[in-house]
């Protein structure tokens, strides 16, 4: 089944303490994207890559990082949670042809205390 | 900069009836996709539909249909003989078709199904 799989699907952690949100897609898809919603605002986008080893800023990048080391992977990274990243990450991917728009996986609920 | 802007934080239906959700977008681009999305309370996003901005035909999918205002800058998707299962957050969604790196999302339509 063609997917984008993202773990964990929930998190609670301390500020200051480093996380990483996992993402992986099986579709071969050159273009990978970070996002999260929060209500009122939509989703954002934090980062994307549009293959590997190409990375760039997206809408809000500050307080994360990515990594594109294989074309399927695409992990963010917290170095140093803090309260406001509290929110509902969603990994995303896309094909190089953008007509069909991305393909989500199922969402990361995290929490910063 | 584009903006999407969805005005209706929230609609209701009643079931088997046809609801319409707004959606206008700002952009100077001339080429570009257009999406609705919805996630259900299980938070998934789904891709509804899908609008090509150099086509002039309404997109259609089943019970959902689009109407593409392209100069008019509207872009509202109809949902036709409504039914519980499409209770959800709806997300009109805007993308470049030249490097398009990213989908512009507006604040989302909540639509509730009533029996």
């Known amino acids: 089944e063609a997917q984008v799989t993202q773990n964990p699907r929930y998190l609670i952690t301390v500020t200051g303490k480093k996380l990483t949100v996992t993402c992986s897609q099986n579709?071969?898809?050159?273009?990978m994207s970070w996002y999260r919603q929060d209500p009122g605002l939509g989703l954002r986008q934090i980062y994307y890559s549009m293959n590997v080893e190409v990375t760039d800023k997206g809408d809000v990048p500050e307080g994360y990082k990515v990594s594109r080391k294989e074309k399927r992977n695409f992990p963010l990274i917290l170095e140093s949670p803090s309260p406001n990243q509290t929110s509902l990450y969603f990994c995303?991917?896309?094909?190089?042809?953008?007509?069909?728009?991305?393909?989500f996986g199922s969402g990361t609920r995290l929490t910063v205390v | 900069a584009q903006t999407v802007t969805q005005s209706q934080p929230e609609m209701s239906v009643q079931e088997a009836e046809t609801v319409t959700l707004s959606c206008t977008y700002d952009?100077?681009?001339?080429?570009?996709?257009l999406f609705w999305y919805k996630q259900p309370p299980s938070r998934q996003m789904i891709l509804v539909i899908r609008q090509e901005a150099y086509k002039q035909q309404n997109a259609t999918e089943n019970r959902f249909s689009v109407n593409f205002q392209k100069a008019a800058k509207s872009f509202s998707l109809k949902i036709s003989d409504s039914q519980l299962g499409d209770t959800a957050m709806y997300f009109c969604?805007?993308?470049?078709?030249?490097?398009?790196?990213?989908?512009?999302f507006g604040a989302g339509t909540i639509l509730r199904v009533k029996s």
């Open positions: 969604a805007f993308m470049k078709r030249r490097y398009g790196n990213k989908l512009v």
């Open positions: 579709m071969n898809h050159e273009y």
């Open positions: 995303a991917s896309r094909a190089r042809n953008g007509g069909y728009g991305y393909t």
């Open positions: 952009t100077s681009e001339n080429n570009y996709y």
